[in-house]
């Protein structure tokens, strides 16, 4: 089974910065990208960043310059720096790992990101 840990989530105050990392475990069938997602209550989780197995990045418009999205060699792993932080960056991050386009998406537990004076 496929298992997704992730770790790094906090209390920051505006303009600081946080990383976060999720480890995979186990095999993902037909794999082709990772990503970080958000949700806070009332709101349907929404793309915060993703990355393809292409190597491409795609971000939210309002994260772009502040966020980027990384991974390593073996693709087992995903990460989220984020700098610049904002009182509406807070949310629950979910990292993800997606295969067949989208189709199928393995979650992590989920992370609390709270950005606050």
């Known amino acids: 089974q496929v298992h997704l840990a992730e770790s790094g989530g906090g209390l920051v105050q505006p303009g600081g910065s946080l990383s976060l990392s999720c480890a995979a475990s186990g095999s993902i069938p037909d794999f082709n990208g990772m990503g970080w997602y958000r949700q806070v209550p009332g709101k349907e989780r929404e793309m915060v960043a993703t990355?393809?197995?292409?190597?491409?990045?795609n971000y939210r418009d309002s994260v772009k310059g502040r966020f980027t999205i990384s991974t390593e060699s073996g693709w087992n792993t995903v990460y989220l720096q984020m700098d610049n932080l904002q009182p509406e960056d807070t949310a629950v991050y979910y990292c993800?790992?997606?295969?067949?386009?989208?189709?199928?998406?393995?979650w992590g537990q989920g992370t609390q990101v709270t950005v606050s004076s």
């Open positions: 990355l393809t197995n292409g190597g491409q990045t």
């Open positions: 993800t790992f997606y295969a067949l386009g989208g189709a199928i998406m393995y």
